[in-house]
């Protein structure tokens, strides 16, 4: 009697499922994270690094992630991705983030709080503070400080951004140049291992320039994901960072460079999908 040949067709269209599935896993994973790493990955779903080089690949190629070394993030170098999307990546991370800095602001102190999802989550930490004054260009903000006893909320005037009610323009400048605060709470898009912070539109970034000018201590508050992440328009070096708040901080480049410009670096610990 003659063998019987196993059925290749069968067998590969498991194999395409379960590759299917892999993906569908790793795009969750870099979403909650904000970034995935290959040894990570490999660990994860027990297979060989270089077979989770080639998924990163194929869902780099298909625009679903952005390959940097190392691993993959969840957006590309040149557009930055959706509000909506961004409020949904590294949530838990953020939160960390958003706490650890909240506490580095002592009741009784005034602040600028930018644009940006982990800024918020520092905002919604703020709530129990006293005796603060904030100044935001974010309508996220306004909306979760307004109300709040021992909070004066003041909204910075200006054009509105609809895609992220973020107030920016000539206006939102002119009006933030008329305070001088403690301290500014900013966020990033991206930043260079050697120190250059990093975002995707113009408008955005001369807003950030202003609030630094105009504060005397500035938090830098960033997930691991947005470091060693591309972005095309310098927003300014670490230089005019006072404190850098983040989950993991793993690139000894960037270590150096926050020391060597006296950066303190608050890691929170959360996450480690990097």
Request: aromatic residues 2%; negative net charge; proline residues 2%.
């Amino acid at each position: 009697m003659a063998a019987i040949e196993p059925d290749n067709g069968v067998d590969k269209a498991g194999a395409d499922d379960a590759i299917a599935l892999r993906h569908r896993q790793i795009l969750a994973l870099a979403r909650d994270a904000g970034s995935v790493a290959v040894d990570d990955l490999a660990d994860r779903f027990e297979v060989t690094p270089q077979t989770i080089r080639k998924d990163l690949n194929i869902l780099a190629r298909r625009s679903m992630l952005s390959r940097v070394h190392g691993g993959a993030i969840v957006t590309s170098g040149v557009d930055n991705i959706d509000y909506g999307t961004r409020r949904t990546v590294a949530t838990g991370a953020k939160a960390a983030i958003g706490k650890a800095a909240a506490g580095l602001i002592p009741n009784g102190a005034s602040l600028f709080i930018n644009i940006g999802t982990t800024t918020e989550a520092v905002a919604s930490h703020l709530v129990h503070h006293r005796d603060l004054m904030v100044v935001s260009n974010n309508l996220n903000v306004v909306d979760i400080l307004n109300g709040c006893e021992g909070i004066d909320m003041i909204v910075v005037g200006g054009q509105v951004r609809q895609g992220d009610r973020a107030v920016v323009g000539a206006l939102a400048m002119e009006f933030i140049r008329s305070f001088k605060v403690d301290y500014a709470l900013i966020g990033a898009s991206a930043i260079d291992p050697d120190g250059t912070l990093l975002d995707f539109a113009v408008d955005e970034v001369q807003v950030t320039r202003t609030l630094i000018q105009h504060a005397r201590q500035v938090i830098l508050v960033a997930d691991c994901s947005k470091i060693g992440r591309a972005a095309p328009v310098r927003v300014g070096s670490l230089e005019a960072i006072d404190h850098l708040v983040t989950d993991r901080l793993a690139d000894a480049t960037l270590r150096e460079a926050c020391e060597r410009h006296g950066v303190r670096v608050v890691e929170t610990g959360f996450g480690g999908e990097s």
